[in-house]
């Protein structure tokens, strides 16, 4: 999947080996982009974008390879949403706080309280966030075993190289495509590493007493957390910080995780994607051109007959 703010273009490899693509009016970014201008408010309305731009390209390709769903979209949206933000969660912010918290009665203070703003407390939260990137590392490498999610893995590294081809304003072929890298610096890899270690700031504010009034918190936090991280990005990327390009730097390696060397027959994917996308911005922008140049001679036009 390849969108812009007025498109979004879906090719899928069809069972006969043909490639499948469709292109529509964009369903990714327009609510992004009315917010981009009120900070905070942005960040929870980027996070939100790429879930349902995520769903959204998930049940498009299921459609165009011909598997068609009981359901309407809005419906499995319904559905899919609350599972998915539940599993993420339990595995990166329950998991984390478990094993955080199960070393700490291992270790040398035992049961014994914690107070708040102490040594211990931020020694426990920065343990905590040390397990949220291992748990996320443990995960990525778990499906990496699945022959299809090395499928998308695979997928995922065409669409980097279909992006870094067009961005170097080199010729968009697959042998060209070849050449190219598989990481790229916008993936949203960078920006999860970058809610791991705003949350592990932000969750340092919660006192460590029960675990229910812990995970509490932590839910509570978590749309200051994507808030934060958002505006962190910008922030840094803007004024070129150090800490944003050791966190892009960190991204970029993490990505070798998420993305793997696609095939030729999934770069000629990415290129349709990719393709069809930029012939619907060059129509759009033909069409919009020819408007003006009509509205031009028309107001020529009207004038002359005045004159006369």
């Not at 879930?51 to 769903?69: I, N, P, T, W």
Request: aromatic letters at 8%.
């Amino acid at each position: 999947m390849m969108h812009s703010q007025s498109f979004v273009a879906i090719a899928v490899r069809a069972a006969n080996g043909s490639i499948i693509t469709s292109v529509r009016g964009a369903k990714c970014g327009q609510l992004l982009w009315r917010w981009m201008r009120v900070p905070f408010a942005r960040g929870i309305v980027a996070l939100y974008e790429a879930v349902s731009c995520g769903f959204y390209g998930l049940r498009e390709s299921l459609e165009l390879a011909g598997k068609r769903q009981r359901l309407s979209h809005r419906t499995i949206f319904a559905i899919e949403l609350p599972i998915g933000l539940a599993v993420s969660f339990s595995m990166f912010v329950v998991i984390p706080h478990m094993l955080a918290d199960a070393l700490r009665g291992a270790s040398l203070y035992g049961s014994a309280p914690v107070r708040l703003y102490s040594a211990a407390h931020f020694a426990l939260n920065l343990v905590e966030g040390i397990m949220r990137l291992l748990v996320f590392i443990a995960f990525v490498l778990m499906v990496r075993l699945l022959p299809a999610m090395r499928r998308y893995f695979a997928y995922h590294g065409a669409e980097h190289k279909a992006i870094n081809a067009y961005e170097s304003g080199s010729e968009l072929t697959v042998d060209e495509l070849i050449r190219q890298p598989r990481l790229h610096g916008r993936c949203g890899t960078t920006f999860m590493l970058t809610v791991f270690i705003v949350a592990m700031v932000l969750f340092s504010f919660v006192p460590w007493t029960s675990i229910p009034i812990r995970l509490i918190g932590r839910l509570l936090l978590l749309p200051a957390v994507a808030s934060l991280s958002y505006e962190a990005i910008i922030a840094g990327t803007l004024k070129g910080a150090t800490w944003a390009k050791v966190i892009n730097a960190l991204g970029m390696q993490v990505q070798r995780l998420t993305t793997a060397e696609p095939s030729v027959q999934q770069l000629e994917v990415a290129l349709a994607a990719l393709s069809s996308l930029l012939q619907s911005e060059a129509a759009t922008s033909q069409g919009n051109m020819d408007d003006e140049v009509t509205d031009n001679r028309c107001k020529g036009h009207n004038q002359h007959s005045e004159e006369r």
